[in-house]
């Protein structure tokens, strides 16, 4: 497998891929075309995450500071900051790296 | 900082900068441009690895296995194996992202 290999085309639900587990660590790829987390839902994970975006764009919400994300932009996420996703591209695919760890 | 941003242009030394460390886990960016281990080196580590190529191209040998990695391939290197990068490409940087975790 390769992280920038079968990228669906368009209209795709947002994919979870797990590239790498062991131990305490979790690597995954996510790509996402247009999807953002559902109204007033957020993310509050027991793991820490450092995350990456390798192609795309998107808009992050990590408390109340918002964070955009160009490709090579990356952030941490520490354990049970609450953060969902405000936005991604809708016209192309986000690839994003996820770290997962802890 | 950025992935993607701060790459020398050409004759420079191997670059090692650490993106993120916490806890168990640290994440390196390497910046290579045909930089490759001295001749009878190997890296033997205590930590295990999951690295990926982002940009360029590179070679590795795993214990005695060549791997040859494009952009977006990636690899886990187990704890204490032993391994060297053969070669890596000379006219382009290659840009290595190294999840260290232990």
New interface residues.
């Given amino acids: 497998?390769?992280?920038?290999?079968d990228i669906p085309v368009a209209n795709f639900e947002e994919l979870h891929e797990t590239?790498?587990s062991?131990?305490?660590?979790r690597?995954e790829r996510i790509v996402s075309c247009g999807q953002a987390s559902p109204p007033g839902f957020w993310y509050d994970q027991a793991e820490?995450e450092?995350v990456?975006v390798?192609q795309g764009a998107a808009r992050l919400m990590c408390d109340d500071r918002m964070v955009d994300l160009?490709?090579?932009?990356?952030l941490?996420i520490p354990a049970h900051q609450r953060h969902r996703v405000e936005w991604t591209t809708p016209d192309e695919p986000t690839i994003w790296?996820a770290?997962f760890?802890?």
Avoid: Q, R
């Fill in positions: 497998m390769n992280l920038f290999a590239l790498h062991h131990g305490k660590c690597i820490e450092w990456v390798l160009k490709p090579g932009d990356f941490h790296l770290v760890y802890g």
